[in-house]
């Protein structure tokens, strides 16, 4: 089995996870960490990022956190230069956030609920990765 904290290594970048606090986007925070590179972590409750900036900063060079829904445009603007102002800068980008607050027949499910699963899982992405591309990727090797 290959081991990825002595393979894969991503010493100097900096990277974003959003949705980092639990289940895969608080693995792929931990494996990045792992692998050298300074962590930022989004997530909308402060009490689970705390946790998780306690766990991180073992691991990571550098760590920060941004408390803030995936699906919000500002919160969106305001992590991005977050990372930048705690980071130096953002490398690479984990759109891991997601929701899915309907469960049952889709005949039963209300517009805000649709409302919400489009925010988060398909706008907040777009808007997030658009907003790294323009404030740091553009300028430093990030496609386009």
Do not use: Y
């Not at 959003?18 to 402060?46: H, L």
């Not at 941004?66 to 130096?88: N, Q, R």
């Amino acid at each position: 089995m290959i081991d990825p904290t002595t393979t894969l290594r991503l010493d100097g970048k900096r990277a974003l996870v959003t949705g980092g606090t639990r289940g895969i986007g608080r693995a792929v925070a931990e494996a990045f960490a792992a692998a050298g590179a300074r962590v930022c972590v989004m997530a909308r409750k402060p009490e689970e990022l705390e946790e998780t900036r306690t766990a991180l900063e073992g691991l990571a060079p550098a760590v920060a956190t941004f408390a803030g829904s995936a699906g919000d445009p500002e919160a969106i603007e305001g992590v991005v230069e977050h990372c930048l102002a705690e980071l130096g800068g953002l490398d690479v980008l984990v759109n891991n956030a997601g929701t899915n607050p309907a469960f049952g027949p889709m005949i039963d499910i209300e517009h805000r609920a649709v409302r919400k699963i489009l925010e988060v899982n398909l706008e907040g992405p777009l808007l997030l990765t658009q907003a790294a591309w323009r404030a740091w990727m553009r300028e430093h090797g990030g496609p386009s």
